[in-house]
T-cell receptor
Framework: NAGVTQTPKFQVLKTGQSMTLQCAQD?????MYWYRQDPGMGLRLIYY???????DKGEVPNGYNVSRLNKREFSLRLESAAPSQTSVYFC?????????????????FGPGTRLTVL | QQQVKQSPQSLIVQKGGIPIINCAYE??????FPWYQQFPGKGPALLIA?????SEKKEGRFTISFNKSAKQFSLHIMDSQPGDSATYFC??????????FGTGTSLTVIP
């Protein structure tokens, strides 16, 4: 049981390049989340998916897109990377029962992807 | 605008000391207040959480004190150990809605 896994662990991009951050969970959780962590800013929610087939914007969605590929996988895409997107990105998942609502159960975080945009 | 304000930014205590980390919020609709612990190179992990119907919650050496009228809550670590050295984040949410995190406190426990 690996929990939440993220790839890659590190990435360096040039301004304007695109990339996709991958996240997978093996806990059969319904909800998944993407956060970014910046010094002095704490964690901020980018996008979330309450259940397979749905995605919603969080606090800081500009410049990002997401895909809930299936129940296990939730990817984050940067179409045209900017230096302001230099950050550590965390994926998380939570069980959520039959409510269909996110944010009601404990969130389990992956180890993070450290992204630098030059 | 920071929804949750956390202090101090960093804290150094001797082994056995009781570090206290404070958080304050403005939104009275918040009804869930978790604390997360993060070790270097790892993702945050839920440590302990409280709802506003109680003023204190203890789990092992970790205690949350909650003051609803002051809109403040704090984390106390009893008999702190070097293994407690980590970054601690408070958060707040209204049930079923996104979490708002504090800016984090880096705790160092000196042997």
């Amino acid at each position: 049981n690996a929990g939440v896994t993220q790839t890659p662990k590190f990435q360096v991009l040039k301004t304007g390049q695109s990339m996709t951050l991958q996240c997978a969970q093996d806990m059969n959780h319904n909800s998944m989340y993407w956060y970014r962590q910046d010094p002095g800013m704490g964690l901020r929610l980018i996008y979330y998916s309450a259940s397979e087939g749905t995605t919603d914007k969080g606090e800081v969605p500009n410049g990002y897109n997401v895909s809930r590929l299936n129940k296990r996988e939730f990817s984050l895409r940067l179409e045209s990377a900017a230096p302001s997107q230099t950050s550590v990105y965390f994926c998380a998942s939570s069980e959520e029962g039959t409510s269909g609502r996110a944010f009601t159960d404990t969130q389990y975080f992956g180890p993070g992807t450290r992204l630098t945009v030059l | 605008q920071q929804q949750v304000k956390q202090s101090p930014q960093s804290l150094i205590v001797q082994k056995g000391g009781i570090p206290i980390i404070n958080c304050a919020y403005e939104n009275t609709a918040f009804d869930y207040f978790p604390w997360y612990q993060q070790f270097p190179g790892k993702g945050p992990a839920l440590l302990i959480a409280i709802r506003p119907d109680v003023s204190e919650k203890k789990e092992g050496r970790f205690t949350i004190s909650f003051n609803k009228s002051a809109k403040q809550f704090s984390l106390h670590i009893m008999d702190s150990q070097p293994g407690d050295s980590a970054t601690y984040f408070c958060a707040a949410s209204r049930t079923g809605n996104q979490f708002y995190f504090g800016t984090g406190t880096s705790l160092t426990v000196i042997p």
